[in-house]
């Protein structure tokens, strides 16, 4: 079989199928995680919105953690846990929601107190926030070594990674899917992922397959070292803000959800376009951090030391786009990442290397079918792909019904 894309949802794909015995070729146009994957903030968050995304997010937790142990490689994650913060009523509200949802859904979060957030060192309580510990929350500090600990496992299996080697073509015969083209070569496969992250849809329209993803800009800051970020400390989530923030590099990062969001089609790009080509705009961030700055003063004062961003694929109902395309067999994509493609690549490449080798669809995974929203016109994709983006902490809070998948079914 053949992956196209050198990502973390590519590489996950590409080891766990090696894993299962498969003979695996990933073809990368740059190289193993230069686009989305290497830019990620690194964060893993077990409170999701639905059941099936908090199971692939918490598994995905334990596959990082015990990645040695399955992949036979070192990977280094920080487990300080993570708390979610409120500091508006309806924030609070939705704070209370996720809670009890995630709680029902296996989940180990707890209700934390002023003197809980007092650990977390770079956040001076205002008062007024309701708090969520969450214990099982990790990170990875450079998220580049958990490309390298994919690609040396993928290696250590016998699968094949190219790099420097664009896919041009999908070979399609008798509606079956036969192999791809490079720029230099055929290669034969009755198998092929499309886990192309943000030209996810230009790689599959190779093939004549439409993929409801929207790419959409997401960029975030590290601040230089600060004395009162303490490494060890917590990630913390300012909801009402959109607001992330974690220790990175003795400093801090900050990122964010705008709440007018870019979306980036890299088809109306020059051929040439890569992540680095994304436009990047610091005041967003600025603004970001200005609105934590009264509880946060390090993530406004505190010089710029890196700033990065890259792309999310936005899907229309915010979940994950994975599984074969019903309109060609044999074609498989893994996307819609919807801002958490990295840190749920371990459990997203487990279930499709399961459904791809044993023939069924594991428990729950085919709601991510790239089938399931039928036709849907280019700007409902990118409305409601944005909606998603600006949504990100609280999708399930005042969703429009129109942006609901049973209701983009209806529609369309
Ligand atoms: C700033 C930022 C912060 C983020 N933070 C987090 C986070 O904390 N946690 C989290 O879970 N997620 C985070 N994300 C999202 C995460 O990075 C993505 O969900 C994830 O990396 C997607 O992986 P991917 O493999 O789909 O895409 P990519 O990493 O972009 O990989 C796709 C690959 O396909 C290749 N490709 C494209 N076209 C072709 C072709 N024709 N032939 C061959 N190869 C091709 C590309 O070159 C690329 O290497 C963040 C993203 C950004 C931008």
């Given amino acids: 079989m053949v992956v196209i894309g050198a ?3 590519g590489l996950s794909t590409a080891l766990h199928c090696a894993l299962a015995g498969r003979s695996v070729t990933v073809v990368e146009r740059h190289t193993a995680g230069s686009q ?15 059941e099936l995304r908090t199971r692939l997010a918490r598994r995905s937790i334990d596959q990082a953690v015990g990645f040695a142990g399955w992949a036979g490689v070192p990977l280094e994650v920080a487990r300080p846990g993570s708390f979610l913060i409120a500091r508006t009523a309806q924030h609070r509200e939705f704070l209370r929601r996720e809670l009890a949802q995630s709680v029902g859904w296996g989940a180990d979060v707890r209700e ?19 708090a969520l510990w969450c214990p099982e929350d990790a990170y990875i500090e450079e998220p580049l070594s958990l490309v390298r600990a994919y690609l040396a496992a993928c290696r250590l299996r016998g699968a094949q990674v190219l790099e420097h080697e664009p896919v041009t073509g999908i070979s399609v015969t008798d509606g079956r899917v036969t192999g791809v083209e490079t720029a ?3 290669i034969t496969a009755p198998v092929v992922v499309d886990a192309a992250g943000g030209w996810v849809r230009q790689v599959a329209a190779l093939a004549g397959a439409p993929v409801p993803a929207a790419p959409v800009r997401h960029q975030l800051l590290i601040t230089a070292p600060a004395p009162e970020v303490d490494p060890a400390g917590p990630i913390t989530r300012v909801v009402d803000a959109a607001v992330y923030l974690r220790p990175a590099r ?3 990062m900050v990122g964010g959800f705008e709440a007018d969001p870019l979306p980036v089609d890299p088809r109306a790009q020059p051929a040439s376009f890569s992540t680095d080509d994304v436009p990047l705009d610091l005041g967003v961030l ?3 951090a200005g609105q934590v700055a009264g509880e946060v003063p390090v993530a406004r004062t505190a010089e710029v030391a890196e700033h990065r961003g890259g792309l999310f694929t936005m899907s ?11 309109e060609v067999p044999g074609l498989w994509v893994a996307s819609g990442c919807n801002g958490s493609g990295f840190s749920s690549s371990p459990a997203i490449g487990e279930a499709l290397a399961e459904w791809i080798t044993g023939g069924a669809a594991p428990p729950g995974m085919e709601a991510l079918s790239p089938g399931r929203f039928g036709p849907l016109p280019e700007d409902a ?3 409601r792909g944005l909606w998603q983006y600006a949504h990100y902490y609280d999708p399930a809070g005042s969703a429009p019904a129109a942006v609901t998948s049973a209701s983009v079914r209806n529609r369309d």
Avoid: C, H, N, W
């Fill in 286 to 288: 600025r603004a970001m």
């Fill in 112 to 130: 934390a107190g002023r003197a809980d957030l007092g650990r977390i060192g770079y956040y001076r309580p205002g008062g007024g926030e309701f």
């Fill in 7 to 9: 990502g973390a949802l």
């Fill in 381 to 383: 994709l990118v409305t």
């Fill in 316 to 326: 229309p109902d915010g979940r994950f786009v994975a599984g074969p395309v019903p």
């Fill in 184 to 186: 230099t070569r055929p």
């Fill in 36 to 50: 989305a994957s290497g830019r990620a903030a690194g964060l893993f968050k077990s409170v999701q919105a639905d």
């Fill in 250 to 252: 003795g400093g801090l």
